[in-house]
Nanobody, 114 residues
Framework: VQLQASGGGLVQPGGSLRLSCAVT????????MGWYRQAPGKQRELVAT???????NYADSVQGRFTISRDSAKNTVYLQMDSLKPEDTAVYYC?????????WGQGTQVTVSS
């Protein structure tokens, strides 16, 4: 099983980006897919997660600005990021886990700067 993230880039404050993470291989259900981020000099932190049943959880810092979703048929998780702020700058990592696995994708850089 591998996770392939894409969609990062440079955006101005107030702008939007959409991250995607495609899972290749089979993953048993139920599972939770999510996004985490790590800024320079800081620990990796939760951004948002979504369960097989589409229950979502967000960090307080992104609540109301970011939206996580998943397409189970495509084994893909998305992160729509709106109203981006400079403090959202980080490497974003996708993750999928359940009682049997905990797999990370490679990071994708998001830079919010004017």
């Amino acid at each position: 099983v591998q996770l392939q993230a894409s969609g990062g880039g440079l955006v101005q404050p107030g702008g939007s980006l959409r991250l995607s993470c495609a899972v290749t291989g089979s993953i048993s259900r139920p599972n939770t897919m999510g996004w985490y981020r790590q800024a320079p000099g800081k620990q990796r932190e939760l951004v948002a997660t979504i369960s097989t049943g589409h229950y979502t959880n967000y960090a307080d810092s992104v609540q109301g600005r970011f939206t996580i979703s998943r397409d189970s048929a495509k084994n893909t998780v998305y992160l729509q990021m709106d109203s981006l702020k400079p403090e959202d700058t980080a490497v974003y990592y996708c993750n999928v886990r359940n009682r049997f696995i905990n797999i990370w994708g490679q990071g994708t850089q998001v830079t919010v700067s004017s």
